[in-house]
């Protein structure tokens, strides 16, 4: 990712708001890029070189909410990155902007041929794009990256179709890290995405029950859809521009009450009060799954166990964090 003292102004541009002035025939990245793991930027790196040697802005298109939430709503999708955090990925990565469809039915029955009038050539006056091989748009998914390339040389603009990004043999892919999230395997999806995964949240009250045991927790309820493994984490969190090391739990509690889901987050060598704080929680690594414990204070040694363990993970990934950039910046 790009050096945040390098960043360049972002502009996001939705629906219906202005700001495409800002981004004037600009090369365009297309997809839908949740996670912004390496095979994407990939994609955008193209777009930025492409753009940058001809003067021109570079940008993403992308759609929200994703496609799949769409075409399946009764179906929970494990989403990678919210809006706002996929905003911050793509702010960091040295693009000008980022402009964003509204995926519904209107776009959803949108032909290929019209994509490519009336959103490319007619809003957007594109003079690139590019995109992945896999990449599919318009009704039915058919406009491929052969169609595209033909469009894009009727109607003046270049097209260029980024090979799958390798790594150790395997393809980068929003579908892989996701599995390894599900599996609890977050060595291999921060590998895959190129940083560590985080969440951003809120802090909540919970029952305090922490602070009896010695280990008072910031609690943050992830969306439904949240397909990350329920166990004990080293996190490490953003507060206000600050950092600190800490251990999480991400489940139910089955010593207590196997309630609501809750990631529960401790913060090393912290006071204070973070009652309705946004935080960043990046995991850094994996220690244990959730486990039901015969008394408080096993349970209570088995936390002085996974605490040790998480500082000696963070100790091991010291520089480790997302590069999280300002979308609003203009």
């Known amino acids: 990712m790009t050096d945040p003292d390098t960043l360049r102004p972002f502009t996001v541009v939705r629906e219906g708001d202005s700001g495409l002035e800002r981004l004037p025939r600009p090369f365009v990245a297309i997809g839908n890029f949740d996670g912004v793991h390496r095979g994407h930027r990939a994609v955008i790196g193209q777009a930025i070189d492409r753009a940058r040697a001809a003067h021109r802005p570079a940008a993403v298109l992308t759609f929200e909410p994703h496609p799949r939430s769409f075409f399946r709503p009764d179906e929970s999708s494990f989403h990678l990155s919210s809006e706002a955090a996929k905003l911050r990925l793509l702010a960091s990565t040295g693009l000008d902007g980022a402009i964003l469809l509204t995926f519904d039915a209107a776009l959803a029955h949108l032909s290929a041929e019209d994509f490519v009038q009336n959103i490319l050539v007619d809003r957007l006056a594109v003079s690139g794009a590019v995109i992945g091989f896999n990449f599919h748009f318009g009704k039915d998914r058919r ?188």
């Open 143 to 330: 406009g491929s990256p052969d169609f595209l390339k033909a469009q894009g040389a009727h109607h003046g603009f270049s097209v260029d179709v980024v090979p799958p990004f390798m790594l150790d043999r395997r393809r980068v892919s929003s579908g892989a890290v996701r599995d390894a999230l599900s599996a609890g395997h977050i060595a291999e999806a921060n590998e895959l995405l190129g940083y560590p995964w985080f969440v951003t949240a809120q802090v909540v009250h919970g029952d305090k029950r922490g602070r009896t045991l010695g280990y008072p927790t910031a609690n943050l309820r992830l969306g439904t859809d949240c397909g990350l493994k329920h166990g004990i984490y080293a996190v490490r969190v953003g507060l206000s521009g600050t950092l600190y090391d800490g251990v999480a739990s991400f489940g139910r509690r089955p010593t207590f009450d196997n309630g609501a889901v809750l990631l529960e987050v401790f913060l090393f060598d912290f006071s204070g009060d973070l009652y309705g704080a946004v935080l960043d929680v990046a995991f850094i690594g994996w220690i244990r799954p959730e486990l039901k414990f015969d008394d408080v204070d096993a349970l209570i040694r088995r936390m002085d166990q996974d605490s040790s363990q998480a500082r000696h993970l963070l100790a091991r990934a010291a520089a480790a964090f997302p590069p999280l950039g300002n979308p609003s910046a203009e």
